[in-house]
């Protein structure tokens, strides 16, 4: 079971954690009403598979409710399609690939059957050397291959102030490592979204409830195709 709560920036489908703990701490909160025996709780839902999305802020949709984010609507897109699956929002808003690397093995602990991949964008507008992303990302990437988790890794692109250099060295590291690695590949996870005034937030950078949903719509048909890499169909 996946201890969604202790995740940063997570968001999972259940009751918050404090909530849980506060009912214990009263008296007959476990009881049916009249004192009779300890009611039985509800069960889980009992998912077909769990999925993390683990990114920076274009995940954690940051400026827009947590409904309206990429990782909710993929859940709705799923359910729609009978598909009984939990997608747990691990976006941290700010993080670099080397954060994402850096809580990697918690992550896989957790054994998601999925792990969208989504990082690297910070580090871009940042300026850390492109050797250095792709090394995070092709670390990150192996270790949760290691864990026997299926990835979708998410390419990103650069915007041109660092030169034309940087911009292409860095657009190079998605599919080298999704080629070195054999993973999932989404080529550019902002695809019809990024540059687009209508689809971003003031700041032109992060994308608002119509942009995420195109964000959703990119990305389906890849997690579909890790659905079925896993042998886990509706």
């Known amino acids: 079971m996946i201890d969604i709560s202790s995740i940063t920036g997570s968001r999972g489908r259940m009751l918050p954690a404090f909530v849980l703990l506060f009912c214990l701490l009263l008296p007959g909160c476990d009881r049916q009403e009249g004192g009779g025996p300890p009611g039985r709780s509800e ?8 999925i993390i999305a683990v990114g920076d802020s274009l995940t954690a949709g940051l400026g827009i409710a947590e409904q309206d984010s990429w990782p909710a609507l993929l859940v709705r897109k ?5 598909y009984n699956w939990q ?3 691990a976006g941290i808003s700010g993080e670099t690939s080397s954060g994402a690397l850096g809580r990697i093995k918690w992550i896989a602990a957790q054994q998601p059957d999925v792990v969208i991949l989504e990082t690297g964008a910070n580090d871009g507008l940042r300026g850390i050397p492109p050797s250095v992303i792709k090394q995070n990302i092709g670390r990150a990437v192996q270790q949760l291959k290691e864990a026997d988790i299926t990835v ?3 390419g990103m ?12 060295e860095f657009a190079e590291i998605y599919p080298a490592v999704a080629g070195e690695q054999g993973v999932i590949f989404i080529p550019f996870l902002l695809q019809g979204v990024a540059g687009e005034p209508a689809l971003n937030q003031s700041d032109t950078i992060h994308p608002n409830e119509d942009g995420h949903k195109i964000i ?7 997690v579909l195709q890790a659905i079925t890499a896993r042998g886990k169909s509706n």
Do not use: F, H, K, S
């Open 216 to 222: 959703a719509e990119t990305i389906y048909p890849y």
């Open 152 to 154: 979708v890794l998410a």
């Open 87 to 89: 997608v747990v929002n």
């Open 78 to 82: 799923l359910e729609g399609d009978g």
């Open 157 to 168: 692109q650069m915007v041109q102030n660092l030169g034309p250099d940087y911009t292409r």
């Open 43 to 50: 069960p889980e839902p009992e998912y077909q598979g769990t």
